[in-house]
Structure formats: structure tokens, C-alpha cells
Nanobody
């Protein structure tokens, strides 16, 4: 079974940057064959799409709320997907989850493997 482990969250101020990482390990669908995505869930709200990247890294997609501020990337040599978050705002406060699916899609139910999440808190 493939496992995903996120890291890099923390408490920052408005305008600061963070880089999240998600490392895949274990047996199952190869990382290089997987579409990867980041979702986030704020307190009392549903888990929503943030960004996705195709297996090759050639295709990316972003939620409107993070377009131009966040960048998703991946390194298949080390089975890791990243989320560079710049110009953070309080509305970005949430638990950020890494997800793996057969393709890079927006819909949450497309992804069958999830990490445990990492907390990002942005103070004003």
C-alpha cells in the first residue's frame, strides 16, 4: 500500500511563504504513474481542491483562489510532490492534504490515496 506523508506546515504571518512536501512510499501504483494533488480543509468546511499535477509534471491546474500565488511541482526521482505557497493570507489557513490518483483531476473522489495532512496557519 502506498503511503503519503506531508510536511512543511506551520504558523506564519500574512505575506509569508511556505513550501509543503509530500513523500510517497510503499508498494502499489508507482509515483511516476500517478497524478498528484493538494487539497485543503478549513475548520468546519469541506475539503477543497488546491492544485494538481500530472505524472510528467507537464500539466498543472490550480484553484482560482490560489492561482498566481501557489506553485505545484514534483520530483519523480525522490517520489515527492511540493506546494510552494507565496503571499499567504489568513484565508489560506487549513489542513493541507496530499492525494494520489491515476490522473490529475480536480474532483476529490478521483483520488484513492491520501496523506494525514499538515496544518498551515496564517495570522493577519
Amino acid at each position: 500500500q502506498v503511503q503519503l506523508v506531508e510536511s512543511g506546515g506551520g504558523l506564519v504571518h500574512s505575506g509569508d511563504s511556505l513550501r509543503l512536501s509530500c513523500v510517497a512510499s510503499g508498494r502499489g501504483r508507482a509515483f511516476s504513474d500517478s497524478g498528484m494533488a493538494w487539497f485543503r480543509q478549513a475548520p468546519g468546511k469541506e475539503r477543497t481542491f488546491v492544485a494538481a499535477i500530472s505524472w510528467s509534471g507537464n500539466s498543472v491546474n490550480y484553484a482560482d483562489s490560489v492561482e498566481g500565488r501557489f506553485t505545484i511541482s514534483r520530483d519523480n526521482r525522490v517520489n515527492t510532490v511540493y506546494l510552494q505557497m507565496n503571499n499567504l493570507i489568513p484565508e489560506d489557513t487549513a489542513i493541507y492534504f496530499c492525494a494520489s490518483g491515476r490522473q490529475a483531476k480536480v474532483r476529490r473522489d478521483h483520488y484513492d490515496i491520501w496523506g494525514q495532512g499538515t496544518q498551515v496557519t496564517v495570522s493577519s
